[in-house]
């Protein structure tokens, strides 16, 4: 083990957190690497405002090459432990290697330790957490875990925070597994550096106020959670339903959040220091899916249900509560869910393959069984342990896998929301809502109405949205800040902690500089124009009926505009952007 230090030259091209992280990735990382090898690098980052007054900074960003996609896996995630980290002394950990046995790392005021993790591997994340703080003697200590899915290299696997806090997607948690590293927990007390205390308190006051006045920030999400969305979006016809093959859900008031507010919610729960708190306690006492803890939220609902025909929430809350604690992403798992119903209804799997299973759309032992055969790897699990792309190739239908650059795609159908079509296919990540959030404006007019069903204008929306959230991932905060702040109180705060006296220009410019290194890092793995695009279902079957009936997503008429916006040619960045951010080295130019 050793520190390394950062040059603030660095911190300020690249601000921390992802960007800092995908910077050391490219460097240390070779083209080819194999992901799941000891060559590969797990880093688990902060930013200059995890941990500050910075309202929502209670989190930390997970950086790694994902063996599910080959491209570039990262994922942030709520909790305490991003925090913690930082006031036990550090900015981040990279992870190097593997270890010979299970190992689990302690980290606490300053000093780290290696241990045997041999009596924990095997168990839950919740029972690793439990075991580790006992063992420690440390009941405040902050930890992440993986449970079996990451042990077993499932491609849904997740690294876990606070037994319900889920960093997930593009199967970090898998990477985690293949270094045979259980968890890490850590413990601090050391007070953050800021550069001028009054002017943030000032700019967090101000920030504060908009948190309260805004009526997603202020009232919907403390009151029913991010499962507030699961009505408004079906409302609009595009809450994708049996795989993609509509984007309307008959029984969705069932499952939504204003319906777990009157049946089976304790409380909000929030991550640290957050003053929204969209996290759920829930508890249901009724056999056979009793389950106290963390409840769903929008996108697990969604990945559970519709996605998977069902409107059991007792169900839905028992699968998610079993992938929290088997260590599984609710999202990309639900997701193969659906795409392995269809492959099941329309005949590609056989009965003697299902073992006994009745995977058909509509079935909520099936969600809720699976879990376990899937963390475990046992029967039809290993199969759907693939992940959504790999399986339906197996079957020899990839066209009903429902993803982007191999990552399953989130909740919402873009057919309904041009600019998130858009969105998903250029992300580089892969299928998801967390590069782009076009559902705020599209939707929930959020900063500003749009026309859903236009695409002119939507490439300049969606790069300003992918360079924005790119700075929320480097400076670590939650992106749902920004249903409530931009640019401009975003600037001020973390201009204050830092000290930069930065433009909202230059913040931009650095979320379009991390942006484009990423990109880099994907052209190397093989990545560009061709990938970036959407499964053949949203291009070319019209949604069937609702709100959204008729349209598909115009893709053609949308990523002309934005790889000229982007300074990129066929997917790759030209040059001449690349002389402009600062970026030739990475490109060997
Ligand atoms: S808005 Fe929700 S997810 Fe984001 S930091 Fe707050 S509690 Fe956590």
Known sequence: MRDEFVDEDEVKLFIGGRGLGVKILIEELKPGTDPLGPENKLLFMTGPATGTAFPTSGRFHVITKSPQTGGIGDTNCGGTFGPELRFAGYEGIIIEGKAAEPVYLWIREGEAEIRSAKRYWGKGTWGAEDGIRKELEAPNAKIVSIGPAGENLVMCAAIINDKHRAAGGTAAGAVMGSKQLKAIAVRGTKKLPVADEKKLKEAVQTASNMFRESRITGQSLPTYGTAIAVNIINKYGLLPTRN???????????????????????????????????????????????????????????????????????????????????????????????????????GKISKEKLGGLELKFGNPQAIVELTWRTAYRLGFGDDIALGAKRLAEKYGAPELAMHVKGLELPAYDPRGAQGQGLAYATSNRGGCHLRTYMIGP???????????????????????????????????????????????????????????????????????????????????????RKDDTLPKRLLKEPMPEGPSKGHVVKLGAMLGEYYALRGWKDGKPTPEKLKELGLCKYANL
């Open 442 to 528: 599209e939707i929930f007019g959020v900063p500003q109405q749009l026309d859903r069903f236009a695409t002119k204008g939507k490439a300049q929306w969606v790069k300003t949205f992918q360079d924005l959230f790119a700075t929320c991932d480097s400076a670590v905060f939650c992106k749902s800040a920004t249903f409530a702040i931009w640019v401009p109180e975003i600037v001020e705060m973390l201009n204050a902690i830092t000290g930069w006296n930065w433009s909202s220009d230059e913040l931009l410019k650095a979320g379009d500089r991390i942006y484009t290194l990423e990109r880099l890092f994907i052209n190397r793995e093989g990545f560009g």
């Open 244 to 346: 993609f093959q509509t984007g309307v859900f008959p029984a969705a008031e069932k499952i939504s959040g204003e319906t777990i507010a009157k049946t089976i919610l304790v409380k909000g729960k929030a991550c640290w220091g957050c003053p929204i708190a969209c996290g759920r306690v829930i508890r249901i006492t009724q056999a056979p899916y009793q389950v106290e803890g963390g409840g769903p939220e929008y996108e697990a609902i969604w990945a559970l249900g519709p996605q998977c025909y069902i409107d059991d929430l007792n169900a839905i809350v028992k699968a998610n509560n079993l992938c929290d604690e088997l260590g599984m992403d609710p999202v990309s798992y639900g997701n193969t869910l659906g795409c392995a119903m269809e492959l099941s209804e329309r």
